[in-house]
């Protein structure tokens, strides 16, 4: 597939937010233009976008739009590398540039000092996937690539409302608040 840009997809996502609305909406139309750019022929990315941290994964700024409304980073895991377990608190979309990258899912059960996170499901995305969430989706993951896997990159727009997310204790399911975006260092 020929002609579609990186720029074409900031701007197409920025008239998407513009237009105000539904955040399911807006992020099902914003997984939409991903697809169509990871199916893009040719380099899509910057080297810079694909600088890579041997310590832990990596979320390279792409663009912040000016309203800081959205934003648009890549991220590179090494095999080995994960996320903490988080939620997201907004929308966003998130797509494969090309490996495997392993999506554990979790959910708390109980409430207080008596909840326990649980695992719940695993998804594996590879080249040319997508997938998006809404805000009110409760989504408790990590991500990540196992030891034996290829090194991953991915892209990823995701919502700035400025609400922030929790990260969840593995062995105890607590939850710690932290205001801002994932990707907020």
């Known amino acids: 597939m020929e002609g579609y840009s990186l720029d074409r997809y900031i701007a197409d996502c920025s008239d998407l937010v513009r ?28 080297p810079e976008h694909l600088r890579s941290d041997p310590k832990h994964f990596s979320h390279n700024e792409v663009y912040i739009s000016s309203e800081r409304s959205f934003a648009l980073h890549a991220l590179v895991w090494a095999p080995g590398q994960w996320t903490e377990i988080h939620n997201h608190g907004d929308w966003g979309v998130s797509g ?6 392993e999506e554990q899912r979790y959910r708390l059960e109980g409430d207080g000092d008596e909840a326990k996170l649980v695992k719940h499901g695993l998804n594996i995305m590879s080249e040319g996937s997508v997938a998006c969430f809404g805000p009110d989706d409760d989504i408790i993951h ?22 922030g997310h929790y990260v969840y204790d593995p062995a105890t399911g607590h939850k710690q608040f932290r205001p801002g975006s994932l990707f907020d260092t």
């Open 19 to 46: 237009a105000g609305g539904d955040h399911q909406e807006a992020a099902a139309d914003a997984a939409m233009l991903l697809w169509r750019l990871l199916n893009t022929e040719g380099t899509i990315l910057r």
């Open 96 to 101: 494969i540039l090309f490996g495997a990258l």
């Open 142 to 163: 990590r991500l990540g690539v196992p030891e034996e896997r290829e090194p991953v990159v991915a892209i990823s727009l995701t919502g700035i409302r400025g609400q």
